[in-house]
């Protein structure tokens, strides 16, 4: 059994968060955060807006376009480090929303790779006929998590989500294959050390003492970051006995456009074959690739039989890359 995407779909809210509307924040400058990250301007989610609006949100998009009804969905699988609350999973909000009654839903925590990690897991599903319609969502709201007095970070994030449709396929426009990987020697360069176990929220000083808020050693992940894309991508094109000269598209996740031109160059990809938008919504974790390969889809920038090669990076550390016959 072949494993397609059938549909996509993203939301994002409606408030955007410039460069200049920061520099009135921290001591940054647009110049700084331009050249350093490529990064313009964030969503920023509202006051009532949570992880799961925007999933579910996606989701519904995602549905519409492979024209799948709620209670056809046998999977729901949310990828993200922003949930509603520690339990119940935001799967299972979703569920509730979209009114998907024969699912089953639960949350992955992969940070940045999640979405890339539901893809296989979703693959594993319906290769073994498991399951027959799936949804994989990665949805964010870490400006509920940064310190917006910490210009190491504050600057580099934003909400959102993206979603797509999994169904089993006999066709060739499918998934090729899905690669993951985990370095927990290295768990403590980007973590939020608050609100677990460890640090507890009904620990006084959790609050007190900035603990809640994502943590990251920028430099040390940048380096990580590149070489891990690299090997995720290189082990899906050996699978595949592709070269880098195959490939249609390449949709990484959308952290830092230099990460992005190292990737790309270490592939030996153009520009041209290299699909970014994170000038306007910033690193959005589980959620860039997704909404990426929504736009990049409605844009028509994928035609069929276009390779798609996916590539995420993100902390644990996770990795890992997805590849599309499209
Ligand atoms: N505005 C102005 N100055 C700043 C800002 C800012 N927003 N942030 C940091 N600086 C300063 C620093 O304080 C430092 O000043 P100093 O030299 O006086 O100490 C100087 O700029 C250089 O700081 P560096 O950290 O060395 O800057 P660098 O070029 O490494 O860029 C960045 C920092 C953008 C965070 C980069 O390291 C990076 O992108 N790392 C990867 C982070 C990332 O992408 N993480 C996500 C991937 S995984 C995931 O998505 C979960």
Redesign the pocket.
Known sequence: MNVRITGTGSALPGKILTNAELEQL????DE??TT??GIKERRIAAEGEYTSTFAAEAARRAMTMAGALPEEIDLIIVATVTPDFPFPSTACIVQDLLGASNATAFDLSA??SGFIYGLSIAEKYLRSGSARKILVIGSEILSRVVDWKD??TC??FGDGAGAVVLEGSEGDHSLLSTHTFSNGTHWNL?YQPGSGSRNPATDPRTIAEGRIYLT?E??D??KH?VRAMGEAAEAALAANSLSAADIGLLIP?Q??Q??VDATSKRLGLGSDRVFTNLDRYG?T?SASIPIALDEANRQGVLKPGCKLMMVA???GFTYGSALVNW
């Open positions: 921290v001591d940054t400058s700084w955060i350093r990250t940070a940045c210009r190491n600057v580099l980007l990251m920028g430099n992940v940048f970051a996740h952290a830092n230099r990460i690193n974790s990076f993100g902390g």
